[in-house]
């Protein structure tokens, strides 16, 4: 059974910076592309940032050029770097997993609160 946790999240001003992890168990970790998703308060979750196994990385407009999503596949992990954060990036972070042969991320990680304060 796939399991993520992540782990990072916290309160920062705006213009700062946080990293969130997401350890993954219980999966082929190459079988997987990984992703980022938020659900901001009274809207419905979002997609934020993916990277393919091979490192092709894709992001959300509202992202790009201030989120950086990476992995380790030796360490069966994926973090994600936001820098520039913006009070409307305040959200519940998820980590997700996608195994290559299916269309959609099926497994998802317990979110970790991100709160950017003005």
């Known amino acids: 059974q796939v399991q993520l946790v992540e782990s990072g999240g916290g309160l920062v001003q705006a213009g700062g910076s946080l990293r969130l992890s997401c350890a993954a168990s219980?999966?082929?970790?190459?079988?997987?592309?990984m992703g980022w998703f938020r659900r901001a308060p009274g809207k419905e979750r979002e997609f934020v940032a993916r990277?393919?196994?091979?490192?092709?990385?894709y992001y959300t407009d509202s992202v790009k050029g201030r989120f950086t999503v990476s992995r380790d596949n030796a360490k069966n992990t994926v973090a994600l770097q936001m820098n520039s954060l913006k009070p409307e990036d305040t959200a519940i972070y998820y980590c997700?997993?996608?195994?290559?042969?299916?269309?959609?991320?099926?497994?998802w990680g317990q979110g970790t609160q991100v709160t950017v304060s003005s």
């Open positions: 997700a997993a996608r195994n290559t042969r299916l269309t959609t991320f099926h497994a």
């Open positions: 219980g999966l082929t970790f190459s079988n997987y592309e």
């Open positions: 990277i393919t196994w091979s490192g092709s990385r």
